[in-house]
Structures are given as structure tokens and as C-alpha cells.
């Protein structure tokens, strides 16, 4: 599958591509390696699609696949020439995230199924960097300490604390040096960190269950850009849900002349222009 798939990639005109899937085929572990491949080829992605919980799913499928990919690549070589997993990062509203971060404070338990024990020497070099800044600061001496569980939550919050505002600046420094990041695109039009990474970082987007996005969105994302784009989905086209779709004035004419070009995806109207789409028929 992995040939056919590199010569596709490797032979797209103004570098975008369309990835569908048939009945009974699951387009996931396709994507996801055009996504990384994209990362390494161009540089960073913006990576995007129709909902909340499509972009956690991609998120934890572009991490879980990263790791594997270096985890293997390193058997057997030496320390000099492995290599290091792509930073992902799952884009929030910066509040949002700050106050999941001081819950985690309070209830470290609560972070228990996002975030396992499990071994991070792989992880990117990035992470290692900002590991190291943050155990030699000492105006976050009392934060590590409640991390590692040294204090408990009570005599935390009694002391200094850290500000939300510093909060909010290391996770914008982190999302900065992300290789990838992952959002949905109002969030990526209404969060000033995840715009700017948008419009001054992004190298390439890629678009996971393209079906179910609007061409507004897309463009939000994509539009007066020309960078490299991938979409996937699923070719069983739904029609988009459309509000207005059905209203009518007192004469029973409809409101939204435009309904029915409205209700097709992004995925629908790009693979009608007759471009080459690689079709993954089997899992």
C-alpha cells in the first residue's frame, strides 16, 4: 500500500491530494502517514477537520503513529543517527487550557487517561529543551514541586503561585515549536497563538474527515495560502446539515437559493474537479 501511496504523493500537481475511502476500508493509518510524510518533506502542518472530536482522534492517531515510526526506524542504530518523534500538539483555547492544567494541579488523577507513564525518550528534542528550562527556573520552584507531588494542592495555592498568564506563555511557546499542530478551523481563526502558527509557521494542511466539513471552513483554513493540502474522507458523500435548508417565505419559495450547493462537503466538491484521488479500498 505504502508504494502506490509515495508515488501519489510524490506526483501531486500544486502539491494538493485527495485520500478516500470505500465501504469497509478505514483511511486513518493512510492519512496519518501523508500527514507525517508531509512533515518531513515540507515542514510543519496545520492539520484540521469538521469536529471537536475528529481532531482528538487525529491528534492521538498522528502521536501513537510518530512514535511507532521512530520507535522502529531506532532499533539497532546509534544514539547519533536516531531520530525524534514529531512535536503534535491538540490546539484549545488558551484558558480553556490553562484551567485543565491548574484541575490536574488539584486532581492529578483526572489526567490519568490523557497522559500515561509511559517512557518520553523519544519524544522531539523540543520537549527534552523545554523540560530542561522549566526544572532550572526558579520562579517555578513551588509548581514542580506540587507536580511531583512534593506539596500537596492546599499548601500550593496558600503560597506564590504561578500566574495564568505565565501559564498561558509557556503553552504558547510550546505550541510554537510544534511540528504539527491539530484544531478545528474556528479555533484556528479566533485564537490569536493558533492563527499566528497558522499564518507565519504552517508549511502544508491536511484535513481529516473532509466529508463532513463545509468549503468554508476549508477555506478558512487553507484559502490564499497555495501550501501543499491533503484531504481525506470517506466517498460515500452525506449531504451537509444546513439550517436554513429547508425554510420558506409566505409564497413557499426557499429563502437559501443556494441550499443544495451549500449541503456539499470540501471532499465532495474538490474530488468532482477531477482531481487524482488515491482510493483505499482495503484495510
Known amino acids: 500500500m505504502m508504494c502506490p501511496l ?13 485520500i478516500t475511502t470505500g465501504p469497509n476500508s478505514d ?29 482528538n482522534k487525529f491528534s492521538s492517531h498522528l502521536h501513537t503513529f510518530s512514535l511507532n515510526v521512530v520507535f522502529k526506524y ?49 519524544d522531539s528534542d523540543t520537549v527534552h529543551e523545554f523540560q530542561k528550562s522549566l526544572a532550572g527556573s526558579d520562579k517555578l520552584t513551588r509548581l514542580r514541586q506540587r507536580v511531583s507531588g512534593k506539596i500537596s494542592w492546599e499548601k500550593y495555592v496558600g503560597g ?18 510544534a511540528d504539527i499542530v491539530c484544531t478545528t478551523p474556528s479555533l484556528a481563526h479566533t485564537e490569536d497563538h493558533l492563527r499566528s502558527w497558522k ?12 466529508g463532513g466539513m463545509s468549503r468554508g471552513d476549508l477555506y478558512s483554513i487553507w484559502g490564499n495560502t ?33 441550499g443544495d450547493d451549500a449541503r456539499k462537503s470540501a471532499l465532495e466538491f474538490l474530488t468532482a474537479t477531477g482531481w487524482p484521488v488515491y482510493r483505499v479500498r482495503a484495510q
Not at 504523493?9 to 494538493?16: E, N, Q, Y
Not at 506564590?160 to 515549536?177: F, N, Y
Open 199 to 210: 499564518l507565519e509557521r504552517a508549511r502544508g494542511v491536511a484535513i481529516d474527515e473532509a
Open 74 to 122: 531506532n532499533i539497532g542504530r546509534r544514539q547519533d543517527a536516531t531520530i525524534r518523534a514529531a512535536l503534535i500538539v491538540r490546539g484549545f483555547k488558551l484558558q480553556d487550557e490553562c484551567d485543565a492544567f491548574k484541575s490536574l494541579l488539584q486532581f492529578p488523577h483526572l489526567g490519568d487517561e490523557a497522559a500515561g507513564d509511559d517512557d518520553w525518550g523519544d
Open 226 to 258: 497555495l501550501l501543499p493540502c491533503l484531504l481525506a474522507g470517506n466517498e460515500e458523500f452525506v449531504p451537509l446539515e444546513l439550517k436554513s435548508y429547508h425554510d420558506r417565505d409566505v409564497n413557499g419559495n426557499m429563502r437559501n437559493r443556494f
Open 6 to 18: 509515495r508515488y501519489y504523493l510524490s506526483s501531486r500537481p500544486l502539491g494538493f491530494g485527495i
Open 160 to 177: 506564590e503561585i504561578v500566574e495564568d498568564t505565565e501559564i498561558m506563555r509557556l503553552m504558547t511557546m510550546l505550541t510554537e515549536s
Open 27 to 55: 483511511d486513518i493509518s493512510v492519512i496519518t502517514a501523508a500527514v507525517l510524510a508531509m512533515n518531513a518533506t515540507v515542514g510543519n502542518v496545520m492539520a484540521s477537520g469538521p469536529t471537536p472530536a475528529s481532531m
